[in-house]
């Protein structure tokens, strides 16, 4: 079971770095729904969504991404990473800029950073250590995304050691504002008793949650455990899930920082 989860939480970490840097969990950012939608908090619109501009407005953007505009540079930096809006396909410039974005703060950078370094990808070599370290800094931003991955690290043990108290902790964190995958992985730890006590309750009512959010293994886990689960129980998930309201996401800001070419 262990194994299972650890691969399983792997794929789901490799697949959002390999992926277009505008989706996650497979779907772009610009069709899903808020339960699952990673929201940068800085750049408006998200520099993960493809830009339409002319050719003089991408050089001006470029030109911008090296004066240190951090919303220039995450737009430029997708630009190279997919060989898109006139540019070729340079990771070297992308990651070169990513990093630049993600040193003061940039949560979208700081996550594609911390999963290159995961993975070993687009340029940056394999290091478990330095991947945890962005991770963390992009988890102390208080959003949603950063903090669930963060905790799958600590799930699975991958880069981290294996702790499913603090798993749990971050877990709720981002299930309270209504990440979905969170609020599955949380109602699996409360089915298991891994890092929190058993409590079927409170597992159902995660569950519950994260189905309605389209995380269609949830509804199967949930429709298993309420076959072990008694009425009075069912019902009372169900009282609480009707009454839960999610908790605001925070606002991001940050102080650009100058970037020179590589």
């Known amino acids: 079971m262990d194994s299972m989860r650890s691969i399983a939480i792997w794929a789901s970490l490799v697949f959002a770095v390999t992926s277009d840097p505008g989706m996650v969990n497979g779907q772009s950012e610009t069709t ?8 940068p908090g800085i750049c408006e619109p998200s520099p993960l969504v493809a830009q339409t501009g002319s050719p003089a407005w991408y050089k001006e953007r470029e030109e911008a991404a090296w004066r240190g505009d951090l919303c220039a540079q995450e737009t ?10 006139g540019f070729p396909k340079d990771n070297s410039i992308s990651m070169f800029l990513y990093e ?8 979208h950078s700081q996550m594609i950073v911390a999963g290159a370094y995961l993975t070993g990808t687009f340029g940056f070599p394999k290091s478990p250590g330095e991947a945890a370290k962005w991770y963390r800094r992009a988890a102390e931003s208080g959003d949603p995304w950063p903090m ?5 690290l600590y799930d699975s043990g991958i880069a981290v050691p294996q ?23 949380l109602g699996e730890l409360y089915a298991e008793g891994r890092g929190v006590p058993r409590n079927v309750v409170k597992a159902h009512f995660w569950l519950s949650l994260a189905c309605s959010n389209e995380e269609t293994d949830a509804c199967d886990m949930r429709d298993a455990l309420a076959s072990g689960v ?7 998930a169900q009282r609480q899930t009707l009454a839960w309201k999610p908790k605001p996401r925070p606002a991001q800001t940050v102080t ?5 070419r590589p």
Request: hydrophobic share 35%; charged share 20%; glycine share 4%.
């Open 76 to 85: 430029i930096a997708s630009c190279y990473r997919a060989g898109t809006c």
């Open 256 to 260: 650009p920082a100058k970037a020179s």
């Open 32 to 39: 899903r729904t808020s339960p699952h939608t990673a929201h």
């Open 230 to 236: 008694n009425s009075d129980q069912v019902a009372e």
């Open 163 to 185: 702790n499913f108290v603090e798993a749990a902790k971050l877990y709720r964190l981002s299930a309270e504002m209504n990440w979905s995958s969170a609020q599955r992985r």
């Open 148 to 152: 669930n991955s963060l905790a799958e």
């Open 100 to 107: 630049r974005a993600a040193e003061p703060g940039s949560v």
